[in-house]
């Protein structure tokens, strides 16, 4: 596809024709290098669209609780883009088949733009590309992003890195689990949702997670949040309204308080990124070819095959090759 080409499926997008959206995300998922000309583009028209996610461990309600905040913003006239991060099989995990047929209700609504991302790629993939959609879904005027991710591992803090607020669900199961988990974790929660507390009394978790973040503090401006603690039921829909307001509440504080600091942060992320990104195909690339004219197969002293010594050469050449 020519520049110009892109330029044109960039300018659809941005009047959010869904045809144009659904192929440039499908280019952003499929790390296709095409999708940063029509990210050029779009870039200037992002920076509108509240960020919010949504992680937890599997099954602790995390789609139900999308589900409800996509009406709950539908409700009050605000479209809705959704990117539900799945880094298992589609083929082999229920989850993602479980989520489309929970957010299916929504998916004849204009309003809403829902897409299912369950690959890894290259190094640092899923999250590069998740970002990406994020940033199409911005520029094609969604007003309200939310990312579900399942677990705490380093994909999912990069993230909810990029999330204006952060929910963390938790079940009351998990009472004894939070303790041994570190206070780092709990850090990326702006708020926390118990849910599932139909099943099981949530008060001893409550009070270990409230032990936990009593001393958190998540603003350099000298103002601190105070994460809060939800109790929700999926199942018997409460506490779902005590959310939204928290969800509000902590939108205020955000805007008065966080916004530069995040965007100077989320800025460095994304340019780290896509810069490691470049680099590391780059050399990828050229690697091969480099280790092959190394001989490796040829009989020779051990000497002549240790590691350390070839790549070390091989970067060298890697670094002379960049210069030219
Ligand atoms: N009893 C009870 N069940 C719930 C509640 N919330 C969700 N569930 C059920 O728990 C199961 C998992 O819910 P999901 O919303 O798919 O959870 P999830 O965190 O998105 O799951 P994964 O995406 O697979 O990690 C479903 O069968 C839900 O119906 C709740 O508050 N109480
Ligand atoms: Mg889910």
Same mark, same amino acid.
């Given at each position: 596809m020519s520049e110009f080409?892109?330029?044109?499926?960039?300018?659809?997008?941005?009047?959010?024709?869904?045809?144009?959206?659904?192929?440039? #995300?499908?280019?952003?998922?499929e790390e296709d290098p095409q999708v940063y000309a029509a990210?050029?583009? /779009?870039? @200037? *028209?992002?920076?509108?669209?509240y960020i #919010?996610?949504?992680?937890?461990?599997?099954?602790?309600?995390?789609?139900?609780?999308?589900?409800? /905040?996509? @009406? *709950?913003?539908?409700?009050?006239?605000?479209?809705?883009?959704?990117?539900?991060v799945d880094p298992s099989s589609p083929l082999t995990s229920g989850a993602i088949l479980g989520d489309r047929v929970r957010m299916l209700e929504h998916s004849k609504d204009s309003g809403v733009f829902i897409k299912s991302l369950a690959t890894r790629g290259t190094y640092g993939g899923l999250s590069r590309s998740t970002l990406q959609i994020a940033n199409i879904m911005d520029a094609m005027g969604k007003d309200i992003i939310l990312i579900e991710t399942v677990g705490v591992g380093q994909t999912e803090a990069s993230i909810m890195n990029s999330a204006h607020t952060t929910v963390l669900v938790l079940v009351p199961?998990?009472?004894?689990?939070?303790?041994?988990?570190?206070?780092?974790?709990?850090?990326?929660?702006?708020?926390?949702?118990i849910n599932k507390t139909d099943k099981r009394d949530p008060a001893e978790l409550k009070s270990n997670i409230e032990s936990l973040i009593r001393h958190n503090s998540q603003s350099s401006s000298g103002k601190f949040w105070e994460q809060k603690i939800i109790l929700t039921s999926g199942l018997l829909k409460t506490g779902l309204d005590e959310l939204t307001a928290?969800?509000?509440?902590?939108?205020?504080?955000?805007?008065?308080?966080m916004k530069e600091?995040?965007?100077?942060?989320?800025?460095?992320?994304?340019?780290?990124?896509?810069?490691?990104?470049?680099?590391?195909a780059f050399c990828r690339k050229n690697l091969k070819e480099m280790i092959l004219q190394e001989d490796l197969m040829a009989a020779g002293a051990i000497e002549e095959k240790n590691p350390y010594r070839i790549s070390e050469r091989i970067i060298e050449k890697l670094l002379n090759l960049i210069k030219e």
């Open positions: 080409d892109i330029a044109k499926i960039a300018a659809k997008a941005l009047k959010g024709d869904t045809v144009a959206v659904s192929k440039l #995300i499908r280019m952003a998922e990210l050029k583009h /779009l870039y @200037k *028209h992002t920076g509108r669209a #919010i996610g949504i992680t937890g461990l599997p099954g602790s309600g995390k789609s139900t609780i999308v589900n409800f /905040l996509i @009406k *709950h913003f539908r409700d009050v006239g605000k479209s809705v883009g959704v990117i539900a199961e998990m009472g004894d689990y939070v303790q041994t988990i570190k206070a780092g974790v709990l850090e990326i929660g702006d708020i926390f949702v928290a969800i509000d509440e902590h939108q205020v504080f955000f805007n008065d308080h600091q995040y965007l100077e942060k989320r800025l460095v992320q994304e340019i780290e990124d896509e810069v490691l990104n470049h680099f590391i």
